[in-house]
């Protein structure tokens, strides 16, 4: 059965809980999610069981929907249009100044707190503006975050096509100077075997061929690659 939901004095204590949902995660319960939805793909939270429910991601919230989270209440924030996008990052001397601005308020609240207590919420509500003007310029960072990231992967993958078109190149040089070497071999084994040509018939003749040839050209490959012992 599906867990019940949590009290709002549980939701909204200081330090909560962890959920009661996670009950839900055993290998029985996964293995059965499995099963629908190799039947169903496109499965949702509609079409299970009660006590399945839970092992599907919920939607993504509405903008501007409210929520809690250490007896705090937060809003959904309104994602920006994409025009409004900054395409050059933000002038990093504005992160420097909001910071500044951060020092001298914490100095002013823990001045207050030690001369006037009961003055200390100006201050407060100042440092907080001030946190979230400064969190919000870091946020501008992002998009040309991604782009530096993207133009730094694919840089990575044109040099390492770099360095294996290179090792291409040179195996077949390699491949094409061991060739080589077997065809001049080839050529030296035929006046040897000419001066024994009126000794041995030709099957001998050719097995002798043969043979040669092959140790010249174990030999040439295990110049170039190395011994295979």
Known sequence: MAEPPP??????????????????????NLARLSELQQGNPSLT?????????????????????????????????????????????????????????????FLSLTHSLATDPDTWAPKWDEMKALFSEAHAIVNEYRPHQARETLIHMMEEQVEKCKLETKACKEACE????????????????QPQLGVQKGEQSKAEQHQDSNTVTEKRVWDVIEEEIGSFG
């Open 7 to 28: 009290s709002s004095a549980a939701i909204s204590a200081a330090f909560p809980a962890p959920p009661p949902f996670y009950k839900s995660f055993t290998p029985e």
């Open 174 to 189: 390699k491949v094409e100077k061991v060739l080589e070497e077997v065809e001049n071999a080839d050529t030296m084994v």
């Open 45 to 105: 939270t509609e079409d299970l069981p009660p006590d399945l429910r839970n092992l599907l991601p919920p939607s993504p919230p509405p903008p501007g929907h409210q929520y809690r989270a250490f007896d705090v209440t937060h809003a959904n924030p309104v994602p920006p249009p994409a025009d409004a996008i900054p395409k050059d990052p933000p002038d990093p001397h504005r992160l420097l100044q909001t910071t500044r601005q951060l020092l001298v308020a």
